[in-house]
């Protein structure tokens, strides 16, 4: 073989390699913003993670709302008054001791006041009918669209299905169960971690 013909060899051995290794370089380049395309973004990371809400300034009877995975969940601190009325509206309820599956109640909530600390109530304010959102009718006694003995609650305007002060579903009503319940625990006396609890 000339020495000619072993010179174009030598060049398009380069040349390949060459190609090789730009078009092996562009394939990376390419292929890693789209393999990091499959993580999820940083609003999606923070639509899924924990909240925290500080309840040092909530005063008795008085109700914050905040924003947890898109949904609107509720802390009510309640009066002794709400308290006591757990007691009196049982009979009345669908599902008092939170028994049925569909929105597990987590085991921490499975009580009268369904809650960790018996003040303060953490539900989603989501109802389980068509995922209308309740309104707060906190106070007791006779008001539009409820009965005269109300004692006190959420009424979900959509359809008529109302809850009491531990988000519990009045039987006979469209709203198959009671609020939901999230995972949530106190990182400190005046702090909740919504999104998260010690069995998670």
Known sequence: MSDTSQTIDSSRRIWLMTSCAVGGAGAAAVAVPFVSSF????????????VEVDISDLAPGEKRTLEWRGKPVWVLRRTPEMLASLAKDEDEL????????AYPTPAYARNRHRSIKPEYLVVIGICSHLGCSPVDRLKAGAQPSLPDDW?????????GSTFDLAGRVFANKPA???LEVPPHMYVSDNVILIGEDKQA
């Open 151 to 159: 004692p006190g609650g959420f009424l979900c305007p959509c359809h």
């Open 39 to 50: 993580e999820p973004s940083e609003r999606a990371k923070a639509a899924g993670a924990s």
């Open 94 to 101: 669908a599902d008092p001791e939170s028994k049925r599956t």
């Open 176 to 178: 198959p169960d009671n």
